[in-house]
């Protein structure tokens, strides 16, 4: 394309073809005819063939003319949607978002913070809905979903945000009335809480060969609640363990869990939800940093 075929002379051409004359194209432009009548011209040289034809209301473009017509039309609906995307890109982002977790994900690495993202974010609110239930994000039961399984479902966008540390815990208490101290344990006397995926319950048999269960349960907030109360040790999740005053088990480290955020391709794009993700996975990468 010639550097004088760009979209002064097809706006040109385009104000023209709708008031069929160089004045009324000029008033529409905010130029002056002499302006309007050299981009057209420069516009011709380029393509190098004539655009108009006189005709009965003044200017009308030829066959020629009405295929850029076509081409200037498709620009101008482009830079418009440009312009209309730029626009919102720079709108503070406001409205609901609703973000599904599981219990220890909506305590632990969400609630905590959300007062961060109101300070960056003031038309912003959360509806935060804790549940084990995998919500269809599809259906719009959620905006995004914070899992502690890589989604499955194909059609989703999915980040991995952060890799949660964990290891065995027990209570001083528990590990007392066994007469056990963290590096010195009897697997056969070591009562444990179970909930772990089964990639950790192969792990602890294998590290812990006939340690007996005594409870399980269905999340890390009731086996952390167990594991204070005496009942056994558990997998746990370092940050939460330690502030609760547990013991580290010396017996290695567990295969560790990643948090996923998921949502639904058309539903990532809306600017709240957008601005919501991104603060997750600021907050996480700092959280993963830190070791939290």
Not at 125 to 139: E, K, N, Q, W
Not at 230 to 258: N, S
Request: aromatic content about 4%; some cysteine.
């Amino acid at each position: 394309m010639d550097a004088a075929f760009d979209w002064n002379g097809l706006a040109a051409l385009l104000a023209v073809s709708r008031g069929a004359s160089l004045a009324s194209a000029a008033r529409a432009m905010g130029v002056d005819a002499t302006t309007v009548g050299r981009r057209l011209a420069q516009l011709e040289a380029s393509v190098g063939a004539p655009l108009f034809h006189r005709g009965r209301r003044g200017r009308e473009v030829n066959e020629l003319g009405a295929r850029l017509v076509a081409v200037a039309e498709e620009t101008e609906r482009r830079m418009a949607e440009a312009r209309r995307g730029a626009a919102v890109e720079h709108q503070a982002p406001e409205g609901v978002v609703r973000v599904s977790a599981s219990e220890w994900i909506g305590v632990h690495l969400v609630a905590p913070h959300l007062g961060a993202l109101r300070a960056q974010h003031p038309r912003l609110a959360i509806d935060l809905v804790l549940t084990a239930t995998v919500l269809d994000l599809a259906r719009g039961e959620a905006d995004i979903a914070l899992r502690l399984s890589r989604p499955e479902e194909p059609e989703l966008v999915r980040r991995r945000l952060c890799t949660m540390g964990s290891s065995v815990w027990a209570s001083k208490e528990f590990l007392r009335a066994r007469a056990m101290t963290a590096q010195r344990l009897d697997a056969a006397r070591l009562d444990r809480v179970a909930y772990t995926t089964p990639a950790e319950e192969r792990w602890i048999e294998r590290v812990l060969p006939g340690a007996p269960v005594a409870l399980r349960v269905a999340n890390i907030a009731a086996a952390l609640a167990a594991v204070v109360g005496g009942v056994g040790a558990a997998v746990l999740p370092d940050g939460q363990a330690a502030a609760a005053g547990l013991v580290r088990l010396h017996v290695g480290v567990p295969p560790q869990r990643a948090v996923w955020m998921a949502m639904h391709p058309e539903t990532a794009r809306v600017p709240r939800v957008r601005a919501v993700a991104r603060f997750f996975e600021a907050t996480m990468a700092a959280l993963s940093a830190s070791g939290t």
